[in-house]
C-alpha cells in the first residue's frame, strides 16, 4: 500500500508565497509522475501542475510563471512552490502520484488528503 501526505497549507495574504510537499511512503518501487491538483468550494477538482522528471513539467493556465512544481525522487517528496498567491488561488490543494509497487506491477494512482490553501487579506 502507498500513503501520500500533502503538508504546507496555510493562510496567506495576496501577493505571498508558499511551499507545499507530497510525501509518499509504502511499499513504493518506482514514482512516475506526481501532480497537483485543486478544488475551490462549490468547484470541481482542476489541474495544477505535473512533473515526470526535471525537464519536464507543465502547468495550468493559470498559475504559469507563479508555480513551480519539482520533485525529490531519493526522498519520494514532490513539491509545489507557489508565488505570488492571489485570493482565487484560495482551495484545498491534493497531490497524485503514479506509483508502482514492484518491477512487474503496474502504476496505479494515489491521492492525498488534500492541504488547505487561503489566500486573504
Known amino acids: 500500500q502507498v500513503q501520500l501526505v500533502e503538508s504546507g497549507g496555510a493562510l496567506v495574504q495576496p501577493g505571498g508565497s508558499l511551499r507545499l510537499s507530497c510525501a509518499a511512503s509504502?511499499?513504493?518501487?518506482?514514482?512516475?509522475?506526481m501532480a497537483w491538483y485543486r478544488q475551490a468550494p462549490g468547484k470541481e477538482r482542476d489541474f495544477v501542475a505535473h512533473?515526470?522528471?526535471?525537464?519536464?513539467?507543465a502547468y495550468a493556465d493559470s498559475v504559469k510563471g507563479r508555480f513551480t512544481i519539482s520533485r525529490d525522487n531519493a526522498k519520494n517528496t514532490g513539491y509545489l512552490q507557489m508565488n505570488s498567491l492571489k485570493p482565487e488561488d484560495t482551495a484545498v490543494y491534493y497531490c497524485?502520484?503514479?506509483?508502482?509497487?514492484?518491477?512487474?506491477?503496474?502504476?496505479?494512482?494515489?491521492w492525498g488528503q488534500g492541504t488547505q490553501v487561503t489566500v486573504s487579506s
Open positions: 512533473i515526470s522528471s526535471p525537464t519536464n513539467a
Open positions: 509504502g511499499s513504493i518501487f518506482r514514482v512516475y509522475t
Open positions: 497524485n502520484a503514479q506509483v508502482s509497487t514492484g518491477a512487474a506491477a503496474m502504476p496505479f494512482t494515489y
